[in-house]
Structure formats: structure tokens, C-alpha cells
């Protein structure tokens, strides 16, 4: 395992020229930046005049002074970043991408899924090949292409994002913006019932929306205004188009099963950042694999969270009888059971003072399929 620790002081520049496999970056609150790479990944960290250059032909781990100025130009495979308080930039991302607790976010492509979950500023993607589930973005939202699926929940700021497959979305209408969402098939909104907001629909399909408003036809859509006016919502829909007002009482559940998991999510990223460090050879242990498990795991919680809302809607519908539907995000769900070299390698950690019994408890908990 290859190493470089080194002391670059406050809100210092680190640029990632390329990483050949998978990059994990985590901030911290010293001023220390340490770097990881397996032996012949070449791992080349260079300092520079505001900070430090680094490279490697392998996947990288980075640990970074939470205010360090990011910039990475590519990522060969999947890319996760957490407790990044400044605003930062990645170009290009050849897998999948997830995002915890980190500032303002620029991307071009990213040619996997992506998630992300706290974002203290504004969000921009160009183009993201799979699907995208983003929960909490204190900021605007632009996607200006997500190939696959959009499940979008507590955004503060304007959306616009399209969509080539279905969409789920929960916006603000905040006084002054103006929000668009296409999608290529199904689209769900939800919005605050105080919004004051003048509305557009549009679909291929059924149109649901409230009764209770006067609306005009507009094309192949209709037209109205919620109180005031004061804002724009642009919903157009290849299939169905449903638009709702209110929360339900499911996305509150979601909301604190979603806090949950970013906790988790925090401590375990750390624990598989210290599993990588000791090597694929030692007891036989896989990281890699426990790190997508992990992954798949917080995404079959956050499925299960929002679940019995999609259920609940379709019956509604049903009795309506109405043909929208809904089909969530697709990720794997297979979970295979932890193996005996995985148990006694979590053990034997425990017992040298690696991790701690409860890191070592939340760990055997993913592995075996639990949330």
C-alpha cells in the first residue's frame, strides 16, 4: 500500500488530475491531507504553489481538510465524497457517484448512478447515464440530462431537470423562481399547499392535478394559478403527469429513516477506508465487495422508506380510476450472506483496537441485509 501524508495547512487547493479506478474522498477537520493507493497504483501527489497536484493509475483514498478547494478532472471508476464544506468541481466520472454532506457541486458526466444526500449550495450536472436520487439540497438544481430515473425530495431552491425515464419529485416554490421538469415517461410532483405559484402541465398521457383550481387549457395541457402567482412550475410528461400538494405523512418517515442512514453511511465509510488500507490480502477480506454492499444497502432502505407511499398513491389511484403509475429507481437487490472469512477478519479487528465493537455490530448488520 502506497502512502503520503502531508500538512498543507487552511483551504488549501487540491487538484486531482486523474485517478484510474475508484476515488473515495472524505474531509476532515485538521489541516492533513493522506492519501492511499495500492502498490503499483503510482500514486503521485505533488505540491504546488496553493496546495497539491495528485494522480494515480490505481483507485485512491483522500482523506482532505474539510475546506480544501477541490477540483478533479477524471474518475475512471466510481467516485464518493463526503464532509466537503467548499464549493468543488469534478469533470468526469466513468461509474457511479455519491455525495454526503458537501457544499456547492459542479459535474459534467457521470456515466454510472448517482445519489446524494445534504448539499449546502447549488447542484449542476450535465449529464448522468443512470438514475439519480438526491434528498436535501439547500441550493438550485440544474440536471440538464439524467439517462434513467429521478427521485428528487426537499430541494429549496429551483429545479430544472430532464429526465429520460420516470421522475418523482417534491419541490419549493420559492418567490421568484422558476422551476421546469421533463420527463420522457411518468412524472410525480408534489408541492407545499401554501405554494403560490403559476403552473404549466403538459403530458403524453393522464393528466392529474387539483380539482379545486380554475384552469384553462393550454396545448396539449392546461394552465392555472395557485395563490399569488408569485413563482413558475414547467411539468411536462411524455406518459402520465400527476401534481399533488401536501406532504404525506410517508415522507416524514423518509425523511428521519434518510437521517439514519447518513449516519451509518458516515461511520462505515470510515471503516471501509481502514479495510482497504490493510490490503485484499490480508484474512481474506474483500472490500471492495463489503463497500457496494453498503451502497446497496442504504438504497434498499431508502426504497423501503418511500415504498409504502408509492403503494398507498397507486391504490388511490385505482379507486380514481386513473392509469398513473409509478415505477421507482432500479437498483440491484440481491444480498448475499456475510462469509465466515468476512465475520472472522471483523473479529480479529475488533480484537487488535482496528474498529470498535459498534462499528464492528453496524457492519455485520449491512453485510447481512439489515438497515
Known sequence: MEKVTLEIGESPLVKITTIGGDLRLSGR??????????????????????????????????????????EVGEVGGDCRVTDLGNEFMIRTIGGDLSLRRVGAATFETIGGDFQSRHIEGNLTVDRIGGDAVIHKVKGDIHLRGVGGDLMLNDSSGQVNAFV???????????????SKVQAGSDLSCRIAPESSVNVSLSAGGDLDYPLVVESKEQGEGVAFQLGDGEAELELTAGGDLCLQ????????????????????????????????????????????????RVRRAVRRAERRASGKAKRKAAKEKRKTGSSFSWKAPGFG?????????????????????????SEAEALLKVLEGES
Open 164 to 178: 429520460g425515464g420516470d421522475a418523482l419529485v417534491t419541490l419549493a416554490t420559492p418567490e421568484g423562481s422558476h
Open 333 to 357: 437487490d440481491a444480498v448475499e450472506p456475510a462469509t465466515d472469512e468476512e465475520r472472522l477478519t471483523i473479529l480479529r479487528m475488533v480484537e487488535e483496537g482496528k474498529v470498535s465493537v
Open 245 to 292: 400538494t401536501g406532504l404525506r405523512q410517508d415522507d416524514y418517515e423518509d425523511d428521519w429513516v434518510g437521517e439514519i442512514l447518513t449516519e451509518v453511511d458516515a461511520k462505515l465509510a470510515e471503516v471501509e477506508a481502514r479495510f482497504n488500507v490493510m490490503g485484499t490480502g490480508m484474512y481474506g477480506f474483500d472490500a471492495d465487495r463489503i463497500g457496494e
Open 29 to 70: 477537520d485538521e489541516p492533513i491531507l493522506e492519501a492511499q493507493a495500492p502498490d503499483k497504483g503510482k500514486l503521485q501527489v505533488d505540491e504546488i504553489e496553493e496546495g497539491v497536484e495528485i494522480t494515480a493509475n490505481s483507485g485512491c483514498i483522500l482523506f482532505l481538510p474539510k475546506d480544501a478547494r477541490l
